[in-house]
T-cell receptor, first 115, second 114 residues
């Protein structure tokens, strides 16, 4: 089946540092999404990417949809303690507007930020 | 901002019992989903629902599982006879076609089967 591999698995950084994580797939996706999950909570959408090559920002977060449609990266600039959590990439499997659009989640990147 | 809500937040049940997990999707959304996350693992797709019928289901979603939209606002997941391995966090999600099917997740129901 379709699998998304995220790297790194975990990161331990100092407050103020920039962070970069990426996600690769053997399959093409038409939409890439980045979510953040806090302990015991549901995934919260951070950024959605709809076109190959698209670069989108949301505050200190920037994400890009790879040109091959098989990868994506997420950057966090000037990290703060509340950035702590697990970051998941997710690829949308299914055609645009189709009724079978399931998300395939990546393996997750655990981010720890030391004040 | 509209959000997906889920009840209960936690559910403890005995093996073999039936459980119903409830979700209220975002009101103008048309597509509904259930996912689960076993502790420490990634989120896995269970089922998608559109136009009052299942549009896709995973191999996890066997005959013990069913979904229903009993009225205009609720979306439920029923597990008929729970097994120990059904213990997980269950997330409901909904999406709006006009926003490219970006899916918004509820806070989850933590199910523990004893």
């Amino acid at each position: 089946g379709q699998q998304l591999n995220q790297s790194p698995q975990s990161m331990f950084i100092q407050e103020g540092e920039d962070v970069s994580m990426n996600c690769t797939s053997s399959s093409i996706f038409n939409t890439w999404l980045w979510y953040k999950q806090d302990p015991g909570e549901g995934p919260v959408l951070l950024i959605a990417l709809y076109k190959a090559g698209e670069l989108t920002s949301n505050g200190r977060l920037t994400a890009q949809f790879g040109t091959t449609r098989k990868d994506s990266f997420l950057n966090i600039s000037a990290s703060i303690p509340s950035d702590v959590g697990i970051y998941f990439c997710a690829g949308l499997s299914g055609g645009y507007g189709g009724a079978t659009n399931k998300l395939i989640f990546g393996t997750g990147t655990l981010l720890a930020v030391q004040p | 901002e509209p959000e997906v809500t889920q009840t209960p937040s936690h559910q403890v049940t005995q093996m073999g019992q039936e459980v119903i997990l409830r979700c209220v999707p975002i009101s103008n959304h048309l597509y509904f989903y259930w996912y689960r996350q076993i502790l420490g693992q990634k989120v896995e797709f269970l089922v998608s629902f559109y136009n009052n019928e299942i549009s896709e289901k995973s191999e996890i979603f066997d005959d013990q599982f069913s979904v229903e939209r009993p009225d205009g606002s609720n979306f439920t997941l029923k597990i008929r006879s729970t097994k120990l391995e059904d213990s997980a966090m269950y997330f409901c999600a909904s999406s709006d076609r006009l926003r490219g099917e970006t899916q918004y997740f509820g806070p989850g129901t933590r199910l523990l089967v004893l």
